[in-house]
């Protein structure tokens, strides 16, 4: 091995280092991608300047979203439906419809689109219903499970079973509460006997009776499984 002394070591700085894949000194390639590099640096900087602009214009319209639908919540809350979807021109108030379009990706307007679905299924439009729910998600275990809930209901008055039984499952599982989701499981078990799927009728009204035990809808889980399970056995 060679000695290592302050001559061969200073010898060694002063050598350009070569790449052995290409021939090329580090300081010829590195002068070779400086460029490129630095645009791409560049890229990256416009692209945060974007992205942080994006999310300011974002809450900006969102605060005006929430400013435009607080007048067609209020309708909404006192079941003045269509003045809530689609608002009062002569006194300049947005429709929540109007709101969850043009706001579409804020809070205020991703909002808006639930409560739009609602109304909806509401006036029995279902396939307006379904259409503005699955534009609308939320972190909120709460709201998102009852906006499941809700396309299970508008399949359900479809009578499309498989759907229903999908989105009432989804809400069922999503962040399980004991003040809706045993509802939602009675839906759920409901939405089976349509199908004639007694057996997961009965898990469902068991699930009920186990995982709820206080519900209020305990009773009627008992009853409806012994007539799920009894059918069941008879198939």
């Known amino acids: 091995m060679a000695e290592l002394t302050e001559k061969n070591t200073a010898e060694a700085v002063k050598q350009p280092t070569q790449s052995k894949n290409t021939g090329m000194?580090?300081?010829?390639?590195?002068?070779?991608?400086?460029?490129?590099?630095?645009?791409?640096?560049?890229?990256?900087?416009?692209?945060?300047?974007?992205?942080?602009?994006?999310?300011?214009?974002?809450?900006?319209?969102?605060?005006?979203?929430?400013?435009?639908?607080?007048?067609?919540?209020?309708?909404?809350?006192?079941?003045?439906?269509?003045?809530?979807?689609?608002?009062n021109p002569a006194k300049e108030i947005m429709g929540l419809e109007e709101v969850a379009e043009e706001y579409a990706g804020t809070d205020a307007g991703n909002l808006a689109a639930f409560y739009t679905g609602i109304i909806y299924l509401k006036q029995g439009k279902f396939e307006q219903a379904i259409s503005h729910l699955e534009n609308y998600s939320s972190s909120d275990g709460i709201?998102?499970?009852?906006?499941?809930?809700?396309?299970?209901?508008?399949?359900?008055?479809?009578?499309?079973?498989?759907?229903?039984?999908?989105?009432?499952?989804?809400?069922?599982?999503?962040?399980?509460?004991?003040?809706l989701t045993?509802?939602?499981?009675?839906?759920?078990?409901?939405?089976?006997?349509?199908?004639?799927?007694w057996k997961s009728a009965a898990e469902a009204y068991d699930k009920i009776i186990t995982d709820f035990p206080k519900s209020q809808d305990v009773a009627?889980?008992?009853?409806?499984?012994?007539?799920?399970q009894a059918l069941s056995a008879s198939e």
């Open 25 to 87: 000194s580090t300081e010829e390639l590195i002068e070779k991608y400086k460029t490129p590099v630095l645009a791409g640096l560049g890229i990256v900087v416009v692209l945060i300047a974007a992205f942080v602009f994006y999310k300011y214009n974002q809450s900006e319209k969102s605060t005006t979203a929430q400013e435009e639908m607080e007048a067609a919540v209020f309708y909404f809350e006192q079941d003045s439906l269509e003045l809530a979807l689609k608002g």
């Open 220 to 228: 009627d889980a008992k009853k409806y499984k012994a007539k799920a």
């Open 143 to 179: 709201m998102q499970a009852r906006s499941w809930a809700a396309m299970g209901d508008a399949y359900s008055d479809l009578k499309d079973g498989e759907n229903a039984i999908k989105y009432y499952k989804k809400a069922a599982e999503h962040k399980p509460n004991e003040q």
């Open 182 to 197: 045993p509802s939602y499981l009675m839906k759920l078990a409901l939405a089976y006997e349509v199908n004639k799927d």
